[in-house]
Each structure stands twice: as structure tokens, then as C-alpha cells.
Nanobody, 123 residues
């Protein structure tokens, strides 16, 4: 069992940066591939970035590649998403998720979800 709690969201101007955190509880965090998804108002939840259990492999949606960076600290049971050069279209609720296979981009590949944190980017 893994419980996830996101934090770090907020309001930022276009071009700015935010770092999201996802604190995990449960003994298996270090074994779980992790990911970030986001859901904009009126739209489906979509994949943003993923990372394997060790942090040695990362995966990104084309829309955020070169702007966002996913990382993890297994000693702290925490997942991160560094978001730079933010755009208004990045506005969404961001969710972290724990899964079974690294790099998956489908919601169904993830078993545990956080409650989400709101990111709003103003133009």
C-alpha cells in the first residue's frame, strides 16, 4: 500500500518555475515506478512524466520535454517535478501516481494516486 500527498502547487506567471513534491508513505515506495499526470479543466487526465524505481530512467510527454524534470529521493520517500518556463497551457491539477512498470503513460497502469495540487499559470 502506498499513500501519496502532493504539494508545491500555486499561482505563477508565464515563464516562471514551480517545484512539485509528492510525499509517499509505505514501505514499497523505492520499488515503485512513479509518474506525474495532469488534468486541465474540462479535459482528461494526461501523462506528464515518469521515472523508474532508481531514478535512472525518465520519460516525458512531448509538451513538457526540456522544460520539466522528474526526480525522486528514495531516502526521503519523495517524488519531485521541477517545472520551468511555465506556460498558461500548463494550468492543471497535477497528480502523482505509483505504478508497476516504468515509463507507462496510461492511467490504468498506476495503482495509487494522490489528491492533486493545483498549478495556475497566468499570462
Amino acid at each position: 500500500q502506498v499513500q501519496l500527498v502532493e504539494s508545491g502547487g500555486g499561482l505563477v506567471q508565464a515563464g516562471g518555475s514551480l517545484r512539485l513534491s509528492c510525499a509517499a508513505s509505505g514501505r514499497t515506495f523505492s520499488r515503485n515506478p512513479m509518474a506525474w499526470f495532469r488534468q486541465a479543466p474540462g479535459k482528461e487526465r494526461v501523462f506528464v512524466a515518469a521515472i523508474n524505481w532508481s531514478g535512472g530512467a525518465t520519460y516525458y510527454a512531448d509538451s513538457v520535454k526540456a522544460r520539466f524534470r522528474i526526480s525522486r529521493d528514495n531516502a526521503k520517500n519523495t517524488l519531485y517535478l521541477q517545472m520551468n518556463s511555465l506556460k498558461p497551457e500548463d494550468t492543471a491539477v497535477y497528480y502523482c501516481a505509483a505504478g508497476r512498470l516504468a515509463g507507462r503513460q496510461s492511467l490504468g497502469d498506476y495503482d495509487y494516486w494522490g489528491q492533486g495540487t493545483q498549478v495556475t499559470v497566468s499570462s
